[in-house]
C-alpha cells in the first residue's frame, strides 16, 4: 500500500475483459479499474469515485467494445464523516486531451 502520495499515474490493462462475454464488457471494465484502485491503494471499493471522463472513455466502444487499457491518474484524500475519517480514492483519465466530446 503506497503512503499518501499527490498522485500517481497507472496504466490498467483491460484485455482480460475479452475473454468473457461480450454483452456487458464496459460494466466489467469499470468494475475492473474500481477494483485495481482498491487493492493498489487499500481503500474500499465503494470509496473508489470514478470521474466521468473515465466512464465516458471505457464506454466509447459501447458495451462491447471497451478500451484494451486505460491510463488514469489516482488521488487519494482522507475524508471526515459521521463514521469517522476514511481514505478516498478519486480516478481521472490521465490524458483528457485523447477524449472526444
Do not use: C
Not at 3 to 19: A, F, H, P, Q
Amino acid at each position: 500500500m503506497p503512503k499518501e502520495k499527490d498522485g500517481v499515474i497507472y496504466t490498467i490493462n483491460l484485455r482480460r475483459l475479452y475473454w468473457g462475454r461480450r454483452s456487458n464488457r464496459a460494466k466489467r471494465a469499470v468494475r475492473m479499474v474500481r477494483e485495481f484502485v482498491a487493492r493498489h491503494f487499500g481503500v474500499e471499493p465503494e470509496d473508489v469515485k470514478i470521474d466521468n471522463t473515465v466512464n465516458n472513455y471505457l464506454w466509447s466502444g459501447s458495451i462491447t467494445k471497451p478500451p484494451a487499457r486505460v491510463q488514469v491518474y489516482v488521488t487519494v484524500k482522507t475524508e471526515s464523516g459521521e463514521e469517522g475519517e476514511r481514505k478516498v480514492a478519486y480516478v481521472t483519465l490521465a490524458n483528457v486531451k485523447d477524449v472526444e466530446d
